[in-house]
């Protein structure tokens, strides 16, 4: 399977805030912003091998990009037309193998996975006592990965009664150090 999209954001301010007056040269809170156009593409497929009619495998795999959401787009959505600096689509690969065995009685399905995400983005929202007051953190080029395994397993013990268990094991993990910047209501962007 294969798909392409267009994403466009945009955020348009009903109210003028106080700390965001719209003048030249300060980032206003009041009218449509700039438009965030992003294009984004992904393929993905699967692939079934059969052993036998009991025992299978299967692989599927994935590569695609995704564009940021309008409240990680804005650095204060609710406040001002702040755009987030280096704004890019997340792109995620993935790939999952799985064995499979099919019984009358029994059936049972191992799988192990690897997901690796780069240029995600996220917005965070804190209040600090240092007196800069709400604080947004708006972080970019964010890589993380996922390895996994999965298990399955169900079997008819009797006509009326099936066991199920399921079981999962999985390692998330961070694999850079993102771009970080920070706003308030008087500072529009420090950078870190």
């Given at each position: 399977?294969a798909y392409?999209?267009?994403?466009?954001?945009?955020?348009?301010?009903?109210?003028?805030?106080?700390?965001f007056p719209?003048?030249?040269g300060?980032?206003g809170s009041?009218?449509?912003?700039?438009?965030?156009?992003?294009t984004?593409?992904g393929?993905?497929?699967g692939?079934?091998?059969k052993?036998?009619?009991k025992?299978?495998?299967?692989?599927n795999?994935s590569y695609?990009?995704k564009?940021?959401?309008?409240?990680?787009?804005?650095?204060?959505?609710?406040?001002?037309n702040?755009?987030?600096?280096?704004?890019?689509?997340?792109?995620?690969?993935?790939?999952?193998?799985s064995y499979i065995?099919?019984?009358?009685?029994?059936?049972?399905r191992?799988?192990?996975?690897?997901?690796?995400f780069?240029?995600g983005?996220?917005?965070?929202?804190?209040?600090?006592?240092?007196?800069a007051g709400?604080?947004?953190?708006?972080m970019?080029?964010?890589?993380?990965?996922?390895?996994g395994?999965?298990?399955?397993?169900?079997?008819?013990?009797?006509?009326?009664?099936k066991?199920?268990a399921?079981?999962?094991?999985g390692?998330f993990?961070?694999?850079?150090n993102?771009n970080?910047?920070?706003?308030?209501d008087?500072?529009?962007?420090?950078?870190?």
């Open positions: 399977g392409a999209s267009r994403t466009t954001n945009q955020r348009d301010g009903f109210f003028e805030k106080g700390y719209n003048e030249p300060i980032i009041f009218g449509e912003s700039e438009q965030i156009d992003f984004n593409f393929v993905k497929g692939l079934t091998y052993i036998t009619g025992h299978l495998i299967d692989v795999g695609f990009t564009a940021p959401g309008i409240r990680t787009s804005f650095a204060n959505p609710r406040q001002n702040l755009i987030v600096r280096d704004l890019e689509s997340e792109v995620i690969q993935s790939v999952d193998a065995f099919r019984s009358p009685i029994v059936k049972a191992l799988t192990g996975y690897y997901s690796n780069t240029d983005s996220s917005v965070n929202f804190f209040f600090s006592e240092a007196g709400l604080l947004q953190e708006n970019t080029n964010i890589s993380r990965q996922n390895i395994a999965e298990f399955g397993l169900e079997a008819q013990v009797t006509p009326t009664i066991l199920k399921a079981g999962s094991f390692q993990t961070f694999t850079n993102p970080v910047s920070y706003s308030t008087e500072y529009y962007e420090l950078t870190f």
